[in-house]
């Protein structure tokens, strides 16, 4: 609870600063457009059906579409013009949440200047104003309740929807939400989503008495309107204007083991004087392309995941020669140092009940082959599209019936209660060693191996001191350490954080 | 009203909506400081007519003339600025106090405040609201006859020779109407203005106007004084509306000579 309350001046000054962005430039599109809109009937049916139809798109996705569509952009501004921008982070959060804010912003200040009295329209013209002056002396201020109202609503949503942002490398209230839902950390989760609704409903109460202000024409409900957001909005950044000095970044995937990993990162950084700032819960492939293009600037991967995603190698040449491969790949391909191994390996493997593995046979993949057309199968969300598991199904031609996927939280839980036969498992899961699963052999070498591999982003490839601080990290870890680092957070009773853990990990 | 110069003049002025002709062929001349009233039923095409003359409704075909010069070979809203309108719903912007919506046109032609400020209290004066108790309220604090007084003064504003009257005391109880008819009387012979006011009330028009006009289906049947107009209809249709005053005033009289017997 601590730890949550300490994150907080973080998580929701980004919170704020994200949404606040989002709604301002969400009103600065939509209220022009709406205008637009109610002078030509013809543009109204098209411009509401795309706002629509961008609200109909979930949230998740919509901010994972801008991601690739900002590292095109980039790579093409970069080619064309010289310059990049980041792909990850504020950017691609506030251009998807500009677009989900403005349905609500458009609709509502159409239906209130089409809903205002004819009479006095004509009024209007009778007295002897423009458009110009009809429309910001008389349609605005009589609309302005309704438009209000629209604002409010899209507040809310883009409030509410920001915490959807922690994926795309984006820091907000989600970050709780995230990682608490990784390490079964309930409290981070109601924390995080106790503190989305108090935002969410602070800002909506605000903005009801603005409406209300425009509504009965209240200058003191206006005033009193527009201190309050002043006071929330000023009170949620202040903390991080001490944080605008450059940091390094970083970066951590989806599961335990990586929130662990960047703790650790945290604490060597900061010791040796660094700041730092975390994103948090980057899929595989998003993470390594931040890492290249600057966007996070050091994390842990794992050598087969380079190997067969990055590097698309369908071959496999042994351990020392997937290091140093991989090691002049990255530093040719990207400029990305790399740093060494930690020291343990993280490899996908397969795993079954003990139990269940023995009444049946099987103890390598190719018997595993045998079985696996009437089985079901349960894996990452990344797994069934990696090149491994193509590799795997080539090499043993194992065809399962069912395949499922799982958050890794409830992975290991899914196979022990039979709701699967067999799960792509983590070989550093602490949870393999706590359900007793049995470990399925790979012969044939399908798999590549995973060492946990220390990177470093072309940015600060030559920084020496960065360098020095991490160097400690190589072989630091062994496999038994990190799978009961990994078991600390994961298991129900007597649960630790990613923090607790890392201190673990470092008085080893 | 020999010799002097027509303030407006209509001339064979035609709006068409698709089929239907609101307004066919209608010309009429009046006079600078003349109060002119076209009559009709629903539908006749009076306000429809009377919008072409501020062009808040742009012509088919004819033309308008106002101090001898064609309407449409200015711009619109400086038209509008110069011509003086009361509409039959008021208008008056429910988001601005009485002495904004006084102070509209005014400061749409960039008076100083200071002079806006002065006028819209010689205006509320004129229209008999104190302006110490009015100026600051909002048109939902007033009553009917209070609202229409103001829509009169926002209207008077910009001093404008001409005013358009669209039915402005329809809506009003026969006593405020009364009295606010008399008050803008009063008003009209004052400030020298050429009126042309629409109503559908017979009664009305014989007590302010100094010629009719009456309208019927989007064409004008007859144009005279209301002595004229009493004493020779020119059709049936005229009758018919000369008629009803003349009908209610007797027996208005009849009941007042019943009760003097009584008495």
């Known amino acids: 609870m601590n730890e949550a309350w300490a994150r907080l001046p973080d998580y929701l000054g980004q919170h704020v600063l994200l949404s606040v962005s989002a709604i301002l430039l969400g009103c600065l599109i939509s209220l022009p457009l709406a205008m637009l809109g109610y002078r030509n009937a013809w543009l109204r049916g098209p411009l509401l059906g795309v706002a629509s139809i961008v609200q109909t798109i979930p949230g998740l996705a919509l901010l994972a579409l801008f991601y690739p569509l900002l590292l095109a952009l980039t790579a093409f501004t970069e080619r064309v013009f010289g310059f990049g921008f980041r792909a990850l982070g504020f950017l691609p959060a506030l251009l998807a949440l500009t677009l989900y804010s403005m349905l609500p912003v458009l609709r509502n200040t159409i239906a209130g200047l089409a809903g205002i009295d004819r009479a006095l329209l004509t009024a209007a013209r009778g007295v002897g104003m423009t458009p110009w002056q009809s429309l910001t002396m008389v349609e605005i201020p009589l609309a302005a309740p309704v438009i209000m109202a629209g604002i409010r609503t899209a507040s809310v949503w883009v409030i509410g929807t920001a915490t959807l942002s922690t994926p795309v490398g984006q820091t907000s209230l989600g970050n709780y939400i995230f990682s608490g839902l990784q390490t079964e950390n309930w409290v981070y989760v109601l924390f995080g989503c106790v503190a989305a609704a108090v935002l969410a409903l602070a800002i909506d109460r605000l903005l009801a008495l603005a409406e209300a202000g425009f509504a009965k024409r209240s200058r003191g409900r206006l005033v009193a309107a527009a201190a309050g957001l002043a006071i929330v909005v000023a009170g949620s950044l202040f903390p991080l204007i001490g944080t605008a000095k450059p940091t390094v970044i970083i970066g951590t995937k989806s599961f335990e083991e990586q929130y662990i990993l960047g703790a650790l990162i945290r604490d060597r950084l900061q010791d040796a004087g660094f700041a730092t700032s975390s994103r948090d819960g980057l899929g595989s492939t998003v993470i390594f392309n931040a890492l290249a293009s600057n966007d996070v600037d050091v994390y842990v991967d794992y050598s087969g995941t380079i190997w067969a995603n990055a590097m698309k190698r369908p071959d496999m040449p042994g351990r020392a020669a997937v290091l140093s491969q991989m090691r002049e790949w990255l530093r040719r391909e990207h400029g990305i140092a790399y740093i060494g191994p930690v020291g343990f390996e993280n490899a996908y493997a397969f795993a079954m009940r003990r139990d269940r593995a023995e009444a049946l046979g099987i103890s390598t993949l190719a018997d595993l082959a045998r079985h696996s057309s009437t089985m079901k199968i349960g894996g990452d969300y990344e797994f069934f599209e990696r090149p491994e598991w193509a590799a795997v199904k080539k090499a043993y031609g194992v065809g399962f019936a069912t395949q499922r996927t799982y958050q890794p939280t409830f992975l290991y839980r899914a196979v022990n209660d039979g709701d699967v036969d067999v799960i792509a498992a983590f070989s550093s899961d602490g949870r393999i060693a706590q359900y007793g699963l049995k470990l399925i052999g790979d012969p044939r070498q399908a798999l590549p191996p995973y060492d946990a591999v220390l990177l470093v982003s072309p940015r600060h490839a030559g920084d020496e001191k960065l360098l020095a601080a991490m160097r400690p990290l190589i072989g630091a870890i062994n496999l038994k350490h990190m799978q009961q680092a990994n078991l600390m957070v994961d298991r129900p009773d007597d649960k630790r954080t990613p923090e607790e853990a890392a201190h673990f990990l470092e008085g080893r | ?263």
């Open chain 2, 1 to 263: 009203m020999v010799g002097i110069m027509e303030a407006i003049a209509v001339e064979h002025l035609t709006k068409r909506h698709g089929d239907i002709v609101a307004v066919d062929d209608v010309s009429f001349a009046v006079a600078d400081c003349e109060f002119f009233v076209l009559i009709g039923e629903s539908g006749s095409g009076k306000t429809t007519t009377l919008h072409l003359i501020n062009r808040l409704s742009e012509p088919s075909s004819g033309r308008v003339l106002v101090d001898g010069e064609d309407i449409l070979s200015g711009d619109a809203v400086t038209l509008r600025r110069r011509i003086g309108f009361v509409f039959q719903e008021v208008g008056l912007f429910p988001h601005l106090t009485v002495a904004e919506n006084v102070a509209i046109t005014p400061k749409l032609l960039g008076w100083r405040e200071t002079d806006i400020a002065a006028r819209v209290t010689e205006l509320l004066e004129l229209v008999r609201l104190d302006p110490k108790i009015y100026r600051g309220r909002f048109p939902r604090e007033l009553s009917g006859g209070q609202r229409q007084r103001v829509g009169l003064a926002r209207a008077l504003a910009a001093r404008p020779r001409i005013m358009l009257m669209d039915e402005p005391f329809a809506a009003l109880d026969p006593l405020t109407r009364d009295e606010l008819a008399a008050d803008y009387r009063d008003i009209h012979a004052r400030l020298k203005l050429t009126t042309i006011m629409v109503t559908h009330d017979m009664t009305e028009a014989f007590l302010l106007a100094d010629r009719v006009a009456v309208m019927c289906e989007g064409r004008i049947v007859q144009i005279a004084t209301p002595q004229e107009l009493i004493a020779s209809p020119a059709d049936a249709i005229v009758r018919e509306l000369v008629d009803t005053p003349r009908r209610r005033a007797r027996a208005l009289a009849e009941a007042m000579r019943a009760q003097d017997i009584q008495a």
